[in-house]
């Protein structure tokens, strides 16, 4: 079953843990770095600054994180997945990328026309999760008129290659709402050439505010728009009957308050997250073939956007 199917409380609330997770991981990291700076000095700068950007790796490679649920806590399964996932690694391109970034993905298919059993799908990532092996994305397009989505697993083998065309961040985790909104949107033109960043360039961010269709949706979007920046409604409650409907929603004890109380909630965000001890332990297992790797596909990319 897709993620997309999932309740819209039960995704708002895993968004609004990662979301608060991330911000609160950031500030720890920032003050941890400061205070080290402090008490180490100059001479220990380079390797605070190496822990730093291997601590990134949890928004670039979040696949290698163990789930923080105790009950599926497996350490010799965790191990020889991230083995498995390194050595797949090796056969195919799995670059960088991240929630609205434009994907190009190859995968055999037996009842593809093409001689060789290949297709090849183009869409904007609405939506990554999973762990280890079973790590999965969405991608959606617009084929005549029609949204079109595909769920891979990333570490399938009947994957051949994941090409990003263009990297960048949205305003939110996740992209369902594209799916109550116009097509151009969510239009990926299937000949699109690759947009090289610049080396050591930043991520860029698209802050832009996606204006959804009137009623009906498939989701009650008017509950979300305090969790959602990436898009905006018309009228959301035209009758004064949607109007009682959202005081209930945010009336105390229910959904939608509970939802405003997640961001103070630090133990829910604490139960969640993988401790930084152990982060680091991962990433001193897999960092240095995650980068030797990255490099290659950097230099590979270049190569292809000059021929």
Known sequence: ??????SPLSRSL??????????FSITQQACQHQENS???????????????????????F???LPDPNPEWRNAVRERLERKDMLERREKIEIPEFYVGSYLAVTAFD????????????????IDRGGTGLRAW?????????????????????????????RLE????EELYYLRDAPLEYSSVPFDMEPEILPEGSTVPVNTKVVPLNPRPWTQNWERFQDLLSGYSLHNPFPTPGKIRKQMRWMAEGNDGWQLQTLKFDLMRDYRNTVPAEEQAQIWEEVADKLEAR???????ATKRAFI
């Open 14 to 23: 895993r968004r609004s843990c990662s979301l608060s997770t991330r911000a």
């Open 1 to 6: 079953m897709l993620h997309g199917c999932l």
């Open 137 to 165: 994305f969405i991608l959606r397009n617009s084929i005549e008129g029609q949204g079109v989505e595909f769920m891979y697993h990333m570490y399938n083998p009947t994957v051949l290659k994941i090409e990003v065309l």
């Open 110 to 125: 037996k009842n593809s026309p093409h001689p060789n059993k290949m297709s090849r799908f183009v869409g904007i990532c």
């Open 38 to 60: 402090y008490q180490l000095g100059n001479e220990d700068d380079s390797t605070s600054r190496k822990e730093m950007s291997r601590r990134d790796y949890r928004f670039i």
């Open 62 to 64: 979040p696949e290698f």
């Open 294 to 300: 990255d490099k290659q596909m950097r230099r590979v």
């Open 169 to 172: 961040q949205r305003l939110d």
